[in-house]
């Protein structure tokens, strides 16, 4: 009886240790014999090096960590909105690749004599991708709807300077402000035009077009999956010509990593990379490299150290100069971004006309930073390692949010500061109380943050002084009546090499007057399939992106549509 | 029992009130709304001009005020419509005067994750029963012991890595599987066959991530329920008249073990909607999970209640379904309960 007993569970156990393994190994192995043309496999076969005329057709499929809230960019706001919607909606104008302003829609514009009147002449015969004519009705009708009181749009502001818009005849549009404003071009390159005869009747804050829009630009939306895809094919009616590439396919993969296993795949053709990815990743896998070229361009933003001016003792430019003296900007771009950035000397971006070519970044200097802090009162009288006035020893807390480069920033600076005797502590905080209890409040010492590099030069929000109540941006409470005066005068000149002396001017105050320690910007990284042809590299100031419409794809390397993952 | 029923029901009501008050309270408590993000820290979005979407959004008001205003929409079981993206219906899909179908966000979002909630949930039953039997029967013998340590070996790896490995050996070292997604490509011009083996080869990799974790409970569960039982005086007095040990294990055994696991189910019903983030997140998969903690970056407030309360009326309902189903199931309770 126990002998049979026993074998019995023999057999059960047998049985079920089976199940538990085909249970668990089955899918895994059905999907193993199925699919036997590896996609990878055959790719790694194709010589990438070849080299091809200009051709048609193609699909580019790239993948971004974000979906779209709808098209229409002065509502959705994000940033792969506007990728996407970029695409598909003209400006008047648009930055060229070296970041000058050029004629989109329009062929020409000007400018009144007394500055205050821009009038823009549209190119003529253009039409939306449904066949209608585009014309300054259009343009009116946009401007309309972003100053509209009802409108949910962050960005109506500059717009409502304009006291008259009008527009006389099918191709001309002409603006007029109460005072010359010269950011006013830069804000026409930046407002999407949309179609009056589709959105007349419409809500724009709900309308179903934001999800099924009708633009002018080279493409138009096949298909938007939500969660997963959008898809842009070509727009027969493109008023810039017609782009090379067929479509373009954006997927949404929220994780970098799991981006980059596609990549490697190869079932994307393009991503973002981060730093790791690009410096330390790409060298070691030689197999990568064959396929996928790496292109780097200088990125639209920088970070910096921002003193709260309101606060003893970063009144005193001394006590300013001495610290940013005492950060080695090299080893912050070398160790945070992996040497993938630069240092900058002022808020523009290097190489475009406003940036002043004059003004190098304070050197890693730590001793003639302790001279400065000498003159400004503060040395170590106590002996304890840290520099004290009056009794108090020299110590504060550097503010940041939960960003991992901010976070190892501020830990080297809080090193280097060490070293000249200083004591820093670090804080890091979620953005949402990062702002509202430590921000709008003014209750720090000291931030580490990012501003953009702007491509207007106007920059008067952030460091004129009027605009230094809650929620302003100009948050560290920076007053020099000199920068005043430049900002309202570089506000008021609409000529480009008139302007431009103004903001060398203002850079070379703002350095000296150091403010802000300018730390580093860091590249923008982009890993593309090399069967993607035609992209500038080195890449000019606007970035690889600048001619996308000139990208191909030779029909040799072209993906087969219906076997893609 | 019906008496019972309609009471419970009824008590779900101020329940749910009261859990929507809380929510609604504890949401409000956190620093920021839509128009603090981040992003929105941009020199060319004015403070007037968020200030105007403040309003516009009923921000300004005081979250009591608010709270009514919400309360008021759900009398009419009108979930609202999201901040963050462009209006779109929290729950349902919205047709508007041109005949334009605007689908709703948990619309969207739920069926995929039920689908591989309860696909996962499938896996975890069909491997973690007969592993807990076999644990049991082998009480404390290598079999039990290598068990334990694979349940939990599965419990304790963390589920990110473990699905990058997976990803990176059937995805892109041989190609087995899709890497990331729900479909592929060229999803639309496949036959259904295609489309669902398609589909299918997709769900794969997810579902066993969100498995393999479930796995150790339930098993454990089953392994100690079995051992309990099989110690009891009624499965002495079966193998005694002489019953088949076949017979005693699955007829009787078995079948007094699984019950606590009704529970178990019943309380995993709100959790049959909640997806993961991480595994959602690196599989691009754009369930639930992902749509509430974007909801929640972005301060979207109608999407964090819609999913609040859709998930607080589930887990009630799973609870007594659970109570129902459990006093159907075992007549010692049955009679407590009518008593």
Redesign the interface.
Known sequence: MMQIKHNQYQLIKLALSKLVFIALFTPLMITACSDSSSSNQINNKIDYTKSYPPSNGGTLIDAMTGEPSGLIAMIAGESAASAIAGNIFNSLLRYDKNLELTGELVDTWDVSKDQKTITFHLKPNLKWADNQPLTSDDVLFTWQKVTDEKTRTPYGSDFKLVMKAEAPDANTFRVTYAAPYAPALDTWAGLHILPKHLLKDQDINTTAFARNPVGSHYYKLEKWKNGQFLKLTRNENATQGQAKIDNLLSRIIPDKAAQFLELSADNIDSMGLNPIQYARIFPARPDLNKNIALYKELGNSYTYLGFNLKRKPFDDVRVRQAINYAINKQEIIDGVLLGLGEPVASPYKPGTRWSNPELKPYPYDPNKAKALLKAAGYEDHDGDGILDKDGKPFTFEILTNQNKEREMTGVLIQRRLNDIGIKANIRVLEWASFLGRFIKPKEFDVVVLGWSLSLDPDQYSIWHSSQQAPGQFNFISYSNPRVDKLLEAGRLELNPDKRMKIYHEFSKILLEDSPIVFLSAGYGLTAIHKRVRGISNPAPPAGIGHNTYEWYIPSAYARNEMSEH | MLKYLVKRIFWMVPLLIGISLISFFIMHL???DI????????????????Q??RE?YSLDKPVIVQYGLWVKRMATLDFG??F?????PVFWQTK?K?G?V??GMIQ??LPITLLINVLSLA?II??AL??G??SA??QNQL?DRSITLFVFIGFAIPGFWLA?ML??W???Q?????????????HE?MNWLAQT?DTL?HL?LPV?ISGITGLAGISLFVRNGMLEVLHQDYITTARSKGLS??RV?YGHALRNALLPLITIFGLSIPGLIGGSVIA???????GMG?LFYDAVLM?DFPVIMGILTIGAVLTLIGNLLADVAYAWADPRVRRGVVQ
């Open positions: 956190a620093p920021g128009t603090t993000s981040e992003a929105s820290f941009n020199p060319k979005a004015s403070e007037e001009s968020r105007k979407l516009l419509t999201s963050a993206s462009h209006q779109r508007d041109d334009n605007t689908l969207e979002a896996l069909s491997v007969p592993l039997v076999v029967l082998n079999t990058l990803m990176y059937t995805g892109v041989h190609a087995w599987l899709p890497i990331s997604g729900l479909q592929s490509i060229g011009n083996t080869k794969v066993f040990e076949n294990i959602e997140s690196i599989f691009a998969i754009p992902k301060r």
